[in-house]
Structure formats: structure tokens, C-alpha cells
């Protein structure tokens, strides 16, 4: 990795930050806010998302683009973002194996 691509890097979660504390600085179902990495932005409507907003995102797609995109969103943890997309795995501990 170079210098440059650390740099990219950094940035890039330092707007990823910027938008957490903008949007409350904690899932907004559970309260969770230790690790950024498990912090995301989830799209309330999926009709109307043009891409998601991860780090890929972050590091590749203008700041405008990203902050027309994440008015769509809420924050969520990576749990509750799961359970949100994945219903069918929280009932697991009962399924007949
Ligand atoms: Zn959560």
C-alpha cells in the first residue's frame, strides 16, 4: 500500500465519520457505536438506491454523490442491518436438524 492509498484510506473513514456524527453517532435501532466498522448506512427505501454506501463507496465516489445517497439511509449496526435483510436466520436455534 502506498502512501497515497493511505492517505485515500484515511479520508475516506474520516467522512465515513463525519456522517456517523451526523446521523446520531449510533445505530438507531440498538444504540451500538463501538466499532466503526460495523457502523453502516442502511437505504430505508431500497427503490430508490443508487448504491450502497460502504468503503468501496467512500474511497471511489465523489462527496457529493455520497451525500445525495445517504439521505436515504439510517444508521445501523451490522446485527440489526442483518436481522433487518436475513429475518429467516434469527429463529435458527429452533429449526429442526
Ligand atoms: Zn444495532
Redesign the pocket.
Known amino acids: 500500500m502506498t502512501i497515497k492509498d493511505i492517505k485515500k484510506k484515511k479520508k475516506a473513514q474520516l467522512f465515513k465519520v463525519e456522517l456517523i456524527l451526523k446521523y446520531g453517532g449510533k445505530?438507531c435501532?440498538?444504540g451500538?457505536n463501538n466499532n466503526l466498522c460495523n457502523l453502516c448506512f442502511h437505504h430505508i427505501n431500497p427503490n430508490n438506491k443508487l448504491f450502497g454506501i460502504d468503503m468501496h463507496a467512500f474511497t471511489h465516489k465523489s462527496r457529493k454523490k455520497i451525500l445525495n445517497e445517504v439521505i436515504k439511509c439510517e444508521l445501523?449496526?451490522h446485527?440489526?442491518h442483518n436481522d433487518f435483510h436475513h429475518p429467516e436466520g434469527l429463529d435458527w436455534k429452533k429449526w429442526d436438524i
Do not use: E
Open positions: 445505530c435501532k440498538c451500538y445501523l449496526c446485527h440489526c
